[in-house]
């Protein structure tokens, strides 16, 4: 085993880093202020924002409601079922993200994890990851959309 050799991470994970004293009423749930979202080692971060908190007039990390938001475990479920892996480091890819497209018969390529459009491999645009990646598009809800086009980035608010 070579040390340079990249473990993929094998899953996704959530980590709430707050107390759990929030109502997201849109979900039902009670939930933590702040929260990690680890696909795959694509990490996005959870947090309220202070605005929510001065609209309400209350002081920054006080238990609140939030009545028009799901709680972040919710977000975490339900952006797992579209975030997908770069083939080449291993790396989640949100809606949102920028993808390179290699051909399948491309060096490097984890076919495990790859996802296909067409007869091309994605792979992410993270510094460090595949040197000749170019831009292709972005990773969506629905798929693969060319540059320029993108619907939704993943933001929790
Ligand atoms: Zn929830
Ligand atoms: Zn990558």
Redesign the pocket.
């Known amino acids: 085993m070579s040390d340079s050799s990249k473990v993929l991470v094998a899953e996704a994970k959530y980590t709430p880093t707050s107390l759990l004293d929030i109502i997201y009423e849109k979900c039902g749930h009670v939930g933590p202020s702040s929260a990690v979202l680890d696909f795959y080692g694509r990490i996005v971060d959870f947090k309220i924002p202070e605005r929510i908190y001065q609209e309400k007039n209350v002081e920054v990390g006080s238990p609140i409601t939030i009545d028009d938001h799901s709680c972040p475990k919710c977000d975490f479920e339900k952006f797992k079922i579209v975030v997908i892996r770069?083939a080449?480091?291993?790396?989640g890819i949100c809606p949102g993200d920028e993808i390179a497209l290699y051909a399948k018969e491309s060096k490097a390529l984890n076919l495990s994890i790859a996802t296909r459009v067409g007869e091309e491999i994605v792979?992410?645009l993270?510094q460090g990851?595949?040197p000749a990646a170019a831009l292709a598009g972005r990773w969506t809800e629905n798929g693969f959309e060319p540059f320029d086009f993108s619907k939704m980035v993943i933001q929790p608010w």
């Open positions: 770069c080449v480091c291993g790396e792979g992410c993270k990851c595949g």
